[in-house]
């Protein structure tokens, strides 16, 4: 099972820096990049929720599974 994160082509996107979205947030830029880089293990509701108000998506636009191909 592999879970992606699509925060940076969010970000793209709506042409925001990781520091700005940090801020609107109000997380740590060292955690939006865990999150950022597929290294976090969980993610808070309110986290998510923040994030998609501060880019104006849905959830959906951020997380994407996509199958292990080993294990079908």
Known sequence: MAI?????????????????????????????????????????FSTLEAVCKALDCQPGDILEYKRDEDTQ
């Open 4 to 44: 992606i994160i699509n925060v940076d082509v969010m970000l793209a996107k709506r042409k925001m820096s990781v520091t700005e979205l940090s801020e609107r947030v109000g997380i740590t830029i060292a955690n939006l990049s865990i999150l950022k880089n597929g290294k976090a293990k969980a993610v808070r």
